[in-house]
């Protein structure tokens, strides 16, 4: 089996940091939803608090990864000014001129919410730590924000999915 070069980098691009993504995801929302302090003991609490943390920095990580490969590599490659190029073909049949008029643009602006949603989230899980226990409010509102950066992601990545299923990279 042989990749090209662009099925290289769509490969890492998409299912590769997609997969660190989702993760990175699950273990962090495992985290934060179970650090509540009637299900704590506390050698429990040492234990989750460093899953957490390594569940919420390698879905920040994995989210920076996919945005800046998917902006930097892969995007300039979809948007080629040549005829045969996905942003042509999809511009070419009024049928599937909206997943570029809106697919491809929440891909290229919203998605961008979900690293900074994500980092944001590894930040306050390493600078509270377990201490997010005791803070009711700020571990929903995390939970929230982790949340938020997954649904942005997610919605992205659906997009890209369907836009390569109907107008693939060569």
Excluded: C, N
Aim: hydrophobic share 55%.
């Amino acid at each position: 089996m042989s990749f090209t070069h662009h099925e290289f980098w769509t490969l890492i691009h998409g299912m590769v940091l997609g997969a660190v993504f989702l993760l990175g995801f699950a273990g962090g929302l495992e985290g934060l939803w179970s650090l509540r302090p009637h299900l704590m003991t506390p050698e429990g609490i040492r234990g989750r608090a460093l899953r957490l943390k390594i569940g919420v920095t390698a879905m920040a990580v994995a989210a920076w990864g996919t945005v800046l490969t998917g902006t930097w590599i892969v995007y300039p490659w979809y948007r080629e000014d040549v005829p045969d190029s996905p942003r042509s073909v999809l511009l070419a049949d009024p049928a599937t001129a909206q997943w570029h008029h809106f697919g491809m643009e929440w891909k290229e602006h919203v998605a961008w919410l979900s690293p900074i949603l994500a980092t944001t989230v590894a930040f306050i899980v390493l600078y509270y730590g377990a201490g997010l226990i005791r803070h009711e409010r700020l571990r929903k509102t995390t939970l929230a924000l982790f949340v938020l950066a997954f649904a942005f992601a997610a919605v992205a990545g659906l997009f890209g999915a369907l836009i390569t299923k109907t107008a693939p990279l060569l």
